[in-house]
């Protein structure tokens, strides 16, 4: 085998940057580890964050204010994405009509998070939003509330939800459908009854996506939800009063904790890091398992799900 | 009542109400813009489209705007932003070509060089890179690479004498470039891989019959016939490049400043702001009436940028629809 040097090259070059990526998500991981296993107390994870962030405290008021936000964003996400997937695929009439709605989702899809941060602001710093975030006395409505952010990281969870569950049902054969409408049944009820549960997989691939997106997000969490590392609630009434309240999440906690921010403990920050990454890793993990437990034909769509 | 609603709906009032849920996601972009722009107005209107054009000071343009909290003068609105779009450019120029060609390269080695055992290190080791959260990268950023390269590379000579003109702090062009580099390259493998296994294998299979080595046959047949892909890939990551906020933030040196070329490899060591992290920098001045009009005018700029990206994708995806054997 006479191959041209120039060809020799690259193969040189192609196995160098496969093996260099390697190295590199391996070192990421690795250091991240090394970091945060010599930083990470159990007492870190369940103690609230004090004042002063040299001392002592810990970051379950950040770890808290995550899972408040992952849940509000996935709570929002999930009938908006399937409502506007069954209806793109089973209905979609007028079709010009189901082309704006898909090219509205990709537009959502390709925003930057800091501009869909920046539209949360725009919203809910109106007056008509007020009782959805903290106001200060003046009347100044501040646009800062688990519930406003929450909103928007629904809006980051949706195309990725979107596309799965469109994926999946434009999978589905037509003979189930055909082999339904047969028996009687109305579309929205083969809907109900056949399809959805048959792209059950698909749903929980686009929703682990989805959370993944959410955890990972700071620039929203940045501008929606304050810079206050404890959780404020906002009034008295239980429940709503936190979800109006201000606070952070692991991903500003880990910003402020830098020093691009506050700086205080960077022991913090990359303790919070460790924990966090951890979590996207579990989370990679399980879109994994739910795909290989449905099989795709296609053998590198794993990949492509990431986009 | 009750039981209209109780009793299976009929198809008619079904497909109205999902489709009214869907258009609610269509309502929520055009508010999106609506809002944004109604609150950019003022700098528009002050500037017209002439702020996206450099030669004022910029830092002292911002402090004048910070300053001043209550009904400005109109002359508090001047503002020229150039430094922040050139940041913009140049470190999304600088990622997209060099992770395009890095992309490129893995891609191949990925579908088409790489043995089965060493393939199923390398997808999960892709995916990681994509998935690690932005923050965490800046972190590590921050840390790590700044501290080494303001200690290792940036020499006391280089910061000497260009210590007049902007402290060289290790953060800047080179960390930032860097770094989003391997933000958006597994974006781009992932799309082409994808691209590369849809196509038909006897096209290559035939380029290797008629004499090419292997190699030469992917790159004679199968990159040629992925160009829409690539071009897709590349404007998918271009999006992503100038969307990045917060890692720009902590790496890029916190000074607004236009490195120049003519420092010599200390422009790769100089500061510099982007469009979105400086959305970022001044997020607590987006109450104030000058400042926050300036900052959602970035917004806007960028919500542009990311439609016509998104279009423009669109637009190049087209012709990749025949190559694919799903959807």
Same mark, same amino acid.
């Given at each position: +085998?006479?191959?041209?040097?120039?060809?020799?090259?690259?193969?040189?070059?192609?196995?160098?940057?496969?093996?260099?990526?390697?190295?590199?998500?391996?070192?990421?991981?690795?250091?991240?580890?090394? @970091?945060?296993?010599?930083?990470?107390?159990?007492?870190?994870?369940?103690?609230?964050?004090?004042?002063?962030?040299?001392?002592?405290?810990?970051?379950?008021?950040?770890?808290?204010? %995550?899972?408040?936000?992952?849940?509000?964003?996935?709570?929002?996400?999930?009938?908006?994405?399937?409502?506007?997937?069954?209806?793109?695929?089973?209905?979609? $009439?007028?079709?010009?009509?189901?082309?704006?709605?898909?090219?509205?989702?990709?537009?959502?899809?390709? %925003?930057?998070?800091?501009?869909?941060?920046?539209?949360?602001?725009?919203?809910?710093?109106?007056?008509?939003?007020?009782?959805?975030?903290?106001?200060?006395?003046?009347?100044?409505?501040?646009?800062?509330?688990?519930?406003?952010?929450?909103?928007?990281?629904?809006?980051?969870?949706?195309?990725?939800?979107?596309?799965?569950?469109?994926?999946?049902?434009?999978?589905?054969?037509?003979?189930?459908?055909?082999?339904?409408?047969?028996?009687?049944?109305?579309?929205?009820?083969?809907?109900?009854?056949?399809?959805?549960?048959?792209?059950?997989?698909?749903?929980?691939?686009?929703?682990?996506?989805?959370?993944?997106?959410?955890?990972?997000?700071?620039?929203?969490?940045?501008?929606?939800?304050?810079?206050?590392?404890?959780?404020?609630?906002?009034?008295?009434?239980?429940?709503?009063?936190?979800? @109006?309240?201000?606070?952070?999440?692991?991903?500003?906690?880990?910003?402020?904790?830098?020093?691009?921010?506050?700086?205080?403990?960077?022991?913090?920050?990359?303790?919070?890091?460790?924990?966090?990454?951890?979590?996207?890793?579990?989370?990679?993990?399980?879109?994994?398992?739910?795909?290989?437990?449905?099989?795709?034909?296609?053998?590198?769509?794993?990949?492509?799900?990431?986009? | 009542?009750?039981?209209?609603?109780?009793?299976?709906?009929?198809?008619?009032?079904?497909?109205?109400?999902?489709?009214?849920?869907?258009?609610?996601?269509?309502?929520?972009?055009?508010?999106?813009?609506?809002?944004?722009?109604?609150?950019?107005?003022?700098?528009?209107?002050?500037?017209?489209?002439?702020?996206?054009?450099?030669?004022?000071?910029?830092?002292?343009?911002?402090? $004048? +705007?910070?300053?001043?909290?209550?009904?400005?003068?109109?002359?508090?609105?001047?503002? @020229?932003?150039?430094?922040?779009?050139?940041?913009?450019?140049? %470190?999304?120029?600088?990622?997209?070509?060099?992770?395009?060609?890095?992309?490129?390269?893995?891609?191949?080695?990925?579908?088409?060089?790489?043995?089965?055992?060493? $393939?199923?290190?390398?997808?999960?080791?892709?995916?990681?890179?994509?998935?690690?959260?932005?923050?965490?990268?800046?972190?590590?950023?921050?840390?790590?690479?700044?501290?080494?390269?303001?200690?290792?590379?940036?020499?006391?000579?280089?910061?000497?004498?260009?210590?007049?003109?902007?402290?060289?702090?290790?953060?800047?062009?080179?960390?930032?470039?860097?770094?989003?580099?391997?933000?958006?390259?597994?974006?781009?493998?992932?799309?082409?891989?994808?691209?590369?296994?849809?196509?038909?294998?006897?096209?290559?299979?035939?380029?290797?019959?008629?004499?090419?080595?292997?190699?030469?046959?992917?790159?004679?047949?199968?990159?040629?016939?992925?160009?829409?892909?690539?071009?897709?890939?590349?404007?998918?990551?271009?999006?992503?490049?100038?969307?990045?906020?917060?890692?720009?933030? +902590?790496?890029?040196?916190?000074?607004?400043?236009?490195?120049?070329?003519?420092?010599?490899?200390?422009?790769?060591?100089?500061?510099?702001?982007?469009?979105?992290?400086?959305?970022?920098?001044?997020?607590?001045?987006?109450?104030?009436?000058?400042?926050?009009?300036?900052?959602?005018?970035?917004?806007?700029?960028?919500?542009?940028?990311?439609?016509?990206?998104?279009?423009?994708?669109?637009?190049?995806?087209?012709?990749?629809?025949?190559?694919?054997?799903?959807?």
């Amino acid at each position: +085998m006479s191959w041209r040097w120039g060809d020799r090259l690259v193969l040189v070059a192609a196995w160098t940057v496969g093996i260099s990526l390697c190295v590199i998500a391996a070192a990421i991981v690795l250091y991240m580890g090394y @970091r945060g296993i010599e930083y990470l107390r159990p007492g870190l994870i369940f103690s609230r964050p004090s004042a002063d962030q040299a001392g002592s405290g810990g970051f379950l008021d950040p770890l808290l204010g %995550t899972i408040i936000l992952t849940v509000i964003g996935i709570v929002l996400a999930i009938p908006l994405a399937l409502s506007s997937a069954v209806w793109i695929t089973e209905y979609g $009439r007028p079709s010009w009509l189901a082309r704006v709605v898909e090219s509205s989702i990709e537009i959502v899809a390709g %925003t930057p998070d800091i501009v869909i941060a920046i539209f949360g602001l725009a919203i809910f710093q109106t007056s008509l939003f007020a009782p959805f975030s903290f106001t200060a006395e003046g009347g100044g409505v501040y646009g800062n509330s688990f519930i406003a952010a929450g909103a928007m990281m629904s809006l980051l969870a949706l195309p990725p939800i979107y596309t799965a569950t469109r994926d999946g049902l434009q999978a589905v054969p037509g003979h189930q459908r055909e082999a339904a409408f047969a028996l009687g049944k109305t579309r929205i009820t083969t809907i109900r009854r056949v399809l959805l549960p048959s792209v059950r997989s698909n749903i929980a691939t686009g929703a682990t996506l989805g959370i993944s997106r959410i955890i990972g997000s700071t620039a929203i969490v940045l501008l929606l939800l304050g810079s206050t590392l404890r959780i404020e609630a906002q009034g008295s009434f239980p429940g709503i009063n936190v979800l @109006r309240g201000t606070g952070s999440s692991l991903t500003s906690y880990i910003y402020e904790n830098s020093p691009a921010g506050e700086g205080g403990a960077p022991q913090k920050a990359y303790a919070a890091a460790f924990l966090l990454l951890i979590f996207v890793l579990l989370l990679n993990l399980l879109v994994d398992r739910i795909g290989r437990a449905h099989a795709d034909s296609s053998g590198l769509a794993p990949i492509g799900a990431v986009v | 009542m009750i039981e209209r609603l109780r009793k299976p709906w009929p198809d008619h009032r079904a497909e109205r109400l999902l489709g009214a849920v869907s258009l609610l996601i269509t309502a929520g972009v055009v508010a999106m813009v609506v809002f944004v722009a109604s609150r950019a107005w003022p700098l528009f209107e002050h500037n017209g489209v002439s702020w996206v054009f450099g030669g004022g000071d910029f830092e002292a343009e911002v402090n $004048r +705007m910070t300053a001043a909290t209550t009904n400005p003068a109109a002359a508090v609105f001047h503002l @020229r932003a150039w430094p922040l779009i050139y940041g913009t450019l140049i %470190t999304s120029a600088i990622a997209v070509v060099l992770g395009l060609t890095i992309a490129v390269l893995s891609s191949v080695f990925i579908v088409e060089l790489a043995p089965a055992r060493v $393939r199923r290190i390398v997808i999960p080791m892709v995916r990681l890179l994509a998935s690690v959260p932005s923050v965490i990268y800046g972190l590590i950023g921050i840390l790590v690479l700044v501290p080494f390269v303001s200690n290792n590379l940036v020499t006391t000579h280089e910061k000497v004498s260009l210590q007049s003109t902007v402290q060289l702090t290790g953060g800047g062009l080179g960390v930032t470039a860097v770094i989003l580099t391997i933000m958006i390259t597994p974006i781009m493998i992932a799309l082409i891989c994808e691209a590369l296994s849809s196509v038909p294998p006897s096209w290559r299979e035939g380029a290797v019959a008629l004499g090419l080595n292997p190699l030469r046959a992917v790159r004679a047949v199968t990159l040629k016939a992925i160009r829409p892909a690539i071009v897709a890939a590349a404007v998918l990551a271009t999006a992503r490049a100038i969307g990045e906020a917060v890692m720009i933030q +902590m790496v890029s040196g916190g000074k607004t400043f236009i490195p120049r070329p003519g420092d010599g490899v200390a422009f790769f060591f100089e500061p510099l702001r982007t469009l979105a992290s400086a959305i970022v920098d001044y997020r607590d001045g987006l109450n104030s009436p000058a400042l926050g009009a300036a900052v959602y005018g970035f917004a806007l700029l960028l919500l542009f940028s990311a439609f016509a990206l998104s279009i423009t994708g669109y637009l190049v995806k087209l012709p990749l629809r025949k190559y694919q054997t799903r959807g």
